[in-house]
């Protein structure tokens, strides 16, 4: 499979009374085209920094990017201006997020937000761009796409802004799309069909996905792989068939019993995690985990460990993978 992304040792800061929130802390994976990629972690994980930063939406300061690189289809993009980005963002990259009505212009109708993207990045004629935008309404099922056009966002549903940012965001036809709890406002009926709409435009498009969630179901429902990421760091990675079949970090394992899934027996009861995720302002030196895990050792105080392979697609930071955990244990 071709490379897409590959995101290297991301480490992003936020200067804050206090200190400085070290929100993600060398955070490491890849796109391959084609690919959709969920990365699933509580909120304040540092899932939607990632995703900023992929798109480089966070204004530098307040947060400072430390090290890292993120190469974009195999040109290094992590030190590009804000006039570099602009060519890359819309075009190469659309983006979707939870609350369309920010991202919407309100004074615009529907339809002059895909044609001014169209316009700009693919220099198409208006009378191009209309047609591509009603075809882009068409595609992401909204009726009468023709009518549809003409109106502003406050005149569509929750749904349908949600379906409109990604005719927006697919317009220009990007190699990746970001999209950012795009379904959580929604009720589970309208979150469904979100879904199949982005699931069918990604195989016909051929679009990569990257998918920020709190929610393994969403995950699950159009995913190929996941990245479950846990106080700034990845805690874990692997297909979907291996974190939901086969998890093997306590944390992965956590959230699994926290949500409910499809075939959930009516007296199974959701676990929540407990606990409260650490101050990243002063991180621990161990295991970000250790307060909240179960399976907690001596070692994982005091250390952080390393990601173990599980097999070529599957792998976990956590002690209980090391072949001398129990040694450990007792040091
Ligand atoms: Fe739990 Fe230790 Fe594994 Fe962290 S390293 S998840 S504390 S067992
Ligand atoms: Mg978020």
């Known amino acids: 499979m071709e490379r897409l992304l590959e995101v290297d040792d ?105 044609m001014e993207s169209l316009i700009k990045h693919k220099n198409m004629s208006a009378k191009d761009a209309k047609a591509r935008a009603v075809e ?21 549903s929750g749904g349908m802004r949600q379906r409109a940012m990604i005719a927006i965001a697919l317009a220009c036809d990007p190699s990746l799309l970001i999209a950012d709890e795009p379904t959580t406002a929604l009720d589970v009926t309208i979150q469904a069909q979100i879904l199949r709409v982005m699931k069918d435009l990604q195989q016909q498009m051929g679009t990569s996905i990257i998918m920020i969630t709190h929610d393994l179901g969403v995950v699950a429902e159009l995913c190929d792989r996941v990245i479950v990421m846990y106080a700034g760091k990845v805690v874990e990675e692997g297909t979907i068939e ?59 105080k005091d250390h952080d460990p390393d990601f173990y392979e599980v097999s070529g697609t599957q792998k976990a930071r956590c002690w209980l993978l090391d072949p001398m955990a129990q040694e450990v244990k007792q040091a």
């Not at 304040?44 to 480089?56: E, H, L, R």
């Open 242 to 300: 291996e974190i939901f079949r086969n998890p093997k970090h306590p944390y992965t394992k956590g959230l699994l019993r926290s949500v409910p899934s499809l075939d959930q027996k009516k007296d199974e009861k959701l676990v929540p995690i407990l606990g409260t995720p650490p101050d990243l302002i002063k991180p621990p030196a161990g295991c970000g985990f250790c307060d909240r895990c179960d399976m907690a050792m001596k070692v994982c």
């Open 10 to 114: 991301l480490q992003v800061s936020f200067q804050v009374r206090g200190g400085e929130v070290k929100a993600v802390r060398g955070v490491s994976f890849h796109v391959d085209k084609g690919e959709a990629v969920g990365i699933v972690g509580e909120s304040g994980c540092g899932k939607s920094v990632t995703a900023q930063s992929i798109m480089k939406l966070i204004p530098t300061p307040p947060a400072i990017m430390r090290s890292g690189s993120i190469r974009f289809k195999g040109e290094e993009i992590i030190h590009h201006n804000e006039k570099q980005m602009q060519k890359i963002r819309g075009k190469e990259m659309g983006m979707i997020f939870q609350d369309p009505m920010t991202s919407l212009n309100p004074t615009l109708t529907i339809g002059s937000q895909i």
């Open 136 to 156: 882009m309404l068409r595609l992401v099922g909204i009726p009468n796409p023709d009518k549809r056009l003409n109106q502003y966002p406050h005149e569509f």
